[in-house]
């Protein structure tokens, strides 16, 4: 049966349904991973769940050893990820609250380790990215959201920013032009690395703010925060009976 794994910003023990119980081992030759992988008790598949920010939120995004989460979840034989993602939007489509399915990635971060073919651990090697998201775990989640009739935008492209600070007003404003619908931290180098070991990949997006300067008061980090929390309890139950039907 195939495995498939969550990996999420928040820590989602303290949500109903997904019985995180079991802490699995691991550990990885690329050094410490985010947080202890946990394998769910509640579905037939096995699920694992890694908090990509540590159980406490501590990890910044440009300090995640990326390499080193994904590299355990290889080593744990699974199959498919899905992500989750708090983001900020960009297009009047996309308002705080909106879920989003992405298609597509611009990659502005740097100074990450972003893969595997680094000609030390592995020989350098060129792999095609065209399409960064797994289509049939992509339109599997659309499906199901359809059945449930959740509303969910099923494409977007997803600018990846180095943080931790949120955006200027500008740089937003080049986002826009540059044709992004949203922006977000951590998709990469994630999503390359899951491609680079055969892993399928694909994000289910949550709007949590606008961009910065797309509203005239600076933004609410407080209310931010708020919104997440509200929408993950929604979140969870419907991955949760996502998770049920595998
Ligand atoms: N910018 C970058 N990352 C984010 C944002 C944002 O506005 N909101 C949530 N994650």
Redesign the pocket.
């Known amino acids: 049966m195939e495995k498939i794994a969550i990996i999420c910003g928040t820590d989602l023990r303290q949500y109903d349904g997904l019985e995180l119980t079991q802490s699995v081992s691991c550990e990885s030759k690329y050094g410490e991973i985010s947080s202890q992988v946990f394998l769910s008790d509640a579905f037939k598949a096995s699920v694992f769940f890694m908090a990509r920010h540590g159980t406490n939120t501590s990890i910044a995004p440009h300090q995640i050893n990326y390499r080193a989460n994904l590299e355990v979840l290889k080593q744990l034989d699974v199959s498919q990820i899905i992500a989750v993602n ?3 939007g960009l297009v009047d489509d996309m308002s705080p609250g909106t879920w989003v399915i992405p298609d597509q990635i611009i990659d502005y971060t740097h100074g990450r380790e972003q893969t595997f073919f680094d000609g030390i651990h592995n020989p350098m090697q060129h792999i095609d990215f065209s399409f960064p998201f797994a289509k049939s775990l992509r339109d599997d989640l659309i499906k199901f959201a359809a059945l449930k009739q959740k509303s969910v935008i099923d494409y977007g492209t997803y600018a990846v ?1 180095q ?1 931790p600070r ?2 200027t007003a500008a740089e937003i404003a080049r986002l826009q032009n540059d044709g992004n619908h949203l ?3 951590t998709m990469m180098p994630e999503a390359v690395l899951a491609r680079e070991l055969g892993i399928g990949y694909c994000s289910i997006c949550l709007v ?2 606008w ?2 300067g797309m509203e005239q008061q600076p ?1 609410d980090i407080d209310a ?1 925060y708020t919104l997440v929390e509200k929408e993950f309890s929604e979140m969870t139950r419907f991955m949760s009976e996502f998770l049920a039907e595998l």
Do not use: F, R
């Open positions: 708090t983001v900020g920013t943080g949120l955006e922006v977000g931290m949590a703010n961009g910065a933004l931010i």
